[in-house]
């Protein structure tokens, strides 16, 4: 009788493809199955973030959760980001945890159950030319690391601490892998890397030379593959190379996450993130003559130590011009480890709040506009999910959420919807 296993993913889509590692690691060489009841569970893992400090959080008091209800004998890992800047602390906080194993160490996932509190948080071990076993939580969509590690070390991010150095993963494992899951039935390819239009720039050993703009259009050519995704690319390499491919490659779906972070000069170089509020406005409003369709989101950061009025409205000026159609916005959150939590002038937890409330509230007004522009508008849809009172769901070419009236034989399947009832969260509408 196969063992269970019980995991909980927490943060980024980089955690979602750890997590199905772990998962195909466990299932084909250790005779684990998946359960969503963490108390039947042999194993349970927690794949953590460390972000933002509520997910750090959030982790302890799931482990005092799972430690309640877990049957005798059963285990419970930690794995990702938490677990690699945390490491050994985590047995001293919460002693019931068998292992920890860090987000740059998930191919040791069949040593870490074996060994008695085994840990292996080393944020430089070299994972890229490592053949994970093959698992996909979706028949339809693909996530697949083209690197890992990022070499940027923005001043607020703990990520260079917990994934270590940026390593491009080999072409030849990424097209395997990308073949593999098309012939299985992908429809989208979702690739994932720290700043994936870096790509190419170093690997652990020798290996095809290839840049980002090159890889998506090798990858673009597999049979089968009907959309190509990704996440993140970084602004400062946004060249005209990667527009232009972007744009004109069918394939490619015409939604583009470009993190600003802040839209103040004095900001951004305090973030050290490489790159200006007209670098990026040049980019972007480049992209939005170039492809009429396009779909941008962003993420920003409000209240960054030092933040003045004028920075803030600088942010807001960039947004009032690109108009994003999608914003992850955040409050700035001291990480351990980083150069900003020790900087001085940390903003008041309130200024902070009305900042972000201030930002939503603005974006709010802006997607309203853009999500009625949506109204008759005909989109191409792969459907992905089933909702309740035969309902279908799934994503536009540009990453508008699309609903519509539908049945399981459509999951899978790119077609075309007259959108006829746009909500700021979904686009409603009939098949055409």
């Not at 920890?100 to 998930?106: D, E, I, K, S, T």
């Not at 290839?210 to 970084?234: A, C």
């Not at 400062?236 to 744009?247: G, Q, Y």
Request: hydrophobic letters at 35%; aromatic letters at 8%; one cysteine or more.
């Amino acid at each position: 009788m196969s063992k269970k296993l019980f995991i909980q993913t927490l943060g980024c889509n980089m955690n979602v493809r750890d997590s199905e590692h772990i998962i195909a690691e466990l299932s084909q060489k250790e005779d684990y199955a998946l359960t969503t009841e963490p108390s039947e569970a042999d194993l349970i893992l927690i794949n953590t973030c460390s972000v933002r400090e509520k997910p750090v959080h959030k982790l302890f008091s799931e482990i005092g959760g799972f430690e309640r209800i877990k049957k005798r004998g059963a285990k419970i890992g930690v794995c990702g980001c938490t677990a690699s800047h945390l490491g050994a602390e985590i047995f001293k906080r919460a002693p019931t945890v068998d292992f920890v194993l860090g987000a740059r160490n998930v191919s040791k996932i069949t040593q870490a159950v074996k060994t008695p509190k085994f840990i292996g948080t080393d944020i430089n071990y070299d994972e890229s030319d490592f053949a994970f076993a093959d698992f996909r939580n979706s028949i339809y969509k693909s996530f697949i690391n083209i690197m890992i590690g990022c070499d940027k070390h923005c001043t607020y991010c703990i990520v260079p601490h917990t994934r270590g150095d940026e390593l491009s993963i080999p072409f030849h494992l990424i097209y395997n892998e990308a073949v593999k899951a098309s012939e299985k039935g992908a429809k989208e390819l979702f690739l994932l890397g720290q700043n994936v239009n870096n790509y190419g720039k170093r690997f652990s050993k020798t290996h095809e030379k290839m840049d980002f703009s090159d890889l998506l259009i090798r990858l673009s050519e597999i049979k089968g593959v009907e959309r190509i995704r990704f996440q993140s690319p970084h602004p400062l390499h946004a060249d005209d190379k990667f527009l232009e491919v972007f744009t004109q490659n069918p394939k490619i779906c015409k939604c583009l996450h470009l993190p600003l972070q802040s839209g103040s000069n004095a900001i951004l170089k305090a973030m050290k993130r490489g790159y200006s509020r007209q670098w990026y406005l040049n980019r972007a409003l480049k992209l939005r003559k170039m492809c009429e369709n396009v779909s941008i989101s962003t993420d920003i950061i409000v209240a960054f130590p030092g933040e003045s009025e004028e920075d803030f409205k600088d942010t807001l000026e960039v947004v009032n011009e690109i108009r994003f159609e999608q914003i992850f916005s955040f409050k700035y959150s001291p990480r351990p480890l980083t150069v900003a939590a020790t900087m001085p002038n940390q903003i008041p937890s309130e200024l902070a709040s009305h900042r972000l409330s201030t930002l939503q509230a603005r974006h709010n007004e802006i997607l309203d506009e853009i999500v009625a522009r949506q109204r008759f508008q005909e989109v191409e849809v792969l459907f992905e999910e089933l909702r309740e009172n035969q309902n279908v769901a799934g994503r536009s070419n540009n990453n508008f959420l699309v609903q519509t009236k539908g049945s399981e034989e459509m999951l899978g399947k790119i077609q075309k919807v007259r959108i006829t009832n746009p909500r700021r969260m979904v686009l409603y509408g009939e098949l055409v």
